[in-house]
């Protein structure tokens, strides 16, 4: 499937260009290692949209989220019926790094993320297809790279909103982020609650386009990366992940559709006690 396009369902195949895919995520990874070059103890030390962790806690964080890439056929590690909790088990394996200094998580960062493409590399030379568990369900491993895109894109914001500095990103991928972003968002207002949605998202800005939206059934979005008018997208994912309040992104989305895509951004804002 070209680049600007890419198809996200629960149920049988995606469509997505993982060669492409891999290239978005090194970029990424790039971008960020050279802005954290750039911090001192303060900026390591500084908040961010995570309240309870700082820069540090977050870059942590995202050396063990490049380390998913191993998951095998079976594994249950980020299997929600298996006790897996996005608000709970990552903080969980921070443990391991407890006292790390920032420029070893930086290097482990390096590593890790550069372990990432090889593998994933390796696995489509070798036309490698099986499943591993998400948090929404057994899905093909290359849309588990589309996981880590998601979630190293929004922590990266999460450290430079605090800054006060633009997001060093790019239109690549930010429209992967959005197309999963809507894609999970939907899948929880489906599994969670039930919800029915049919909506067409037009969205502005870096990373914009139109993103088609059904749950009747299995969980589909296909989206289409175009020059529109609309909400920006880097906004919408935002919201939808609860960083921003939804109604403000998503001002002319029906009620009832905007309830159900706020459903993920809820359960994030949800307390829930530690175990």
């Not at 050279?34 to 103890?41: K, N, R």
């Not at 540090?56 to 909790?85: K, M, S, W, Y």
């Not at 922590?155 to 999963?180: K, L, N, W």
Request: net charge negative; aromatic share 6%.
């Amino acid at each position: 499937m070209r680049p600007d396009a890419l198809a996200l369902r629960t149920g049988g195949p995606c469509d997505l260009d993982p060669e492409h895919l891999l290239d978005v995520v090194g970029e990424q990874r790039r971008r960020l290692v050279a802005v954290l070059e750039g911090f001192g103890p303060d900026d390591w030390a500084a908040p961010t949209r995570c309240t309870e962790w700082s820069a540090h806690h977050v870059v942590r964080h995202q050396c063990d989220a490049n380390g998913i890439v191993h998951l095998e056929p079976g594994d249950r590690t980020l299997d929600v019926t298996a006790g897996f909790d996005p608000r709970t088990s990552p903080p969980r394996w921070l443990a391991a790094s407890a006292g790390e200094p920032p420029d070893e998580t930086l290097a482990r960062l390096v590593a890790t993320s550069e372990d990432l493409l090889v593998v994933s590399s390796r696995r489509l030379a070798e036309g490698r297809s099986f499943d591993v568990f998400l948090p929404l369900g057994p899905m093909d491993w290359t849309v588990l790279v589309l996981h880590s895109l998601w979630d190293a894109w929004l922590h990266e914001r999460d450290i430079m909103a605090v800054r006060g500095a633009d997001h060093p990103s790019d239109d690549d991928a930010t429209f992967y982020a959005a197309a999963y972003g809507v894609f999970i968002a939907a899948a929880v207002a489906s599994g969670l609650a039930g919800d029915e949605v049919k909506e067409q998202l037009t969205l502005g800005g870096a990373g914009g386009g139109v993103f088609d939206v059904d749950t009747h059934g299995a969980v589909v979005v296909t989206a289409t990366r175009l020059t529109v008018a609309g909400p920006p997208a880097a906004v919408v994912v935002d919201a939808l992940a609860g960083r921003s309040p939804i109604d403000q992104a998503l001002p002319d989305v029906a009620p009832g559709s905007r309830t159900a895509l706020a459903r993920m951004a809820d359960f994030f804002n949800t307390p829930v006690e530690q175990g």
